[in-house]
């Protein structure tokens, strides 16, 4: 049985960066979809992005596009979640979860991923 690990994350000042990885193990999560959900204090969880691993197509929800930015190493089986410019509102924790690649709805379709990883607290202080 795949297990999603995830790490990083920590505090980071406003306007700085910070990297989360998500890494397979016991299986592969490269070829698949990965998407990323950040659950902030006092809200619902929400799907930031995802990527497609197998043509590293991605796609991010406004408030974090052209600051959040992924990458994969695939000899690490390891997708990476890149974090710029932090803002107070990216607080939250960040969960990454797996899911085949013909995924329609990786945003929204939480119940078609997988293997989920146990999230990563990030905190941006105001």
Request: proline fraction near 4%.
């Amino acid at each position: 049985e795949m297990q999603v690990v995830q790490s990083g994350g920590g505090s980071v000042q406003a306007g700085g960066s910070m990297r989360v990885s998500c890494r397979g193990s016991g299986g592969a999560i490269i070829t698949n979809c990965v998407g990323w959900f950040r659950q902030s204090p006092g809200k619902e969880r929400e799907g930031i992005g995802f990527i497609y691993t197998g043509d590293g197509a991605t796609y991010f929800i406004d408030s974090v596009k052209g600051r959040f930015s992924f990458s994969q190493d695939n000899k690490q089986n390891t997708v990476f979640l890149r974090m710029d410019n932090v803002k107070p509102e990216d607080t939250g924790m960040y969960y990454c979860a797996v899911g085949p690649e013909t995924m329609r709805n990786p945003l929204t379709s939480e119940s078609d991923y997988t293997h989920w990883g146990k999230g990563t607290l990030v905190t941006v202080p105001s």
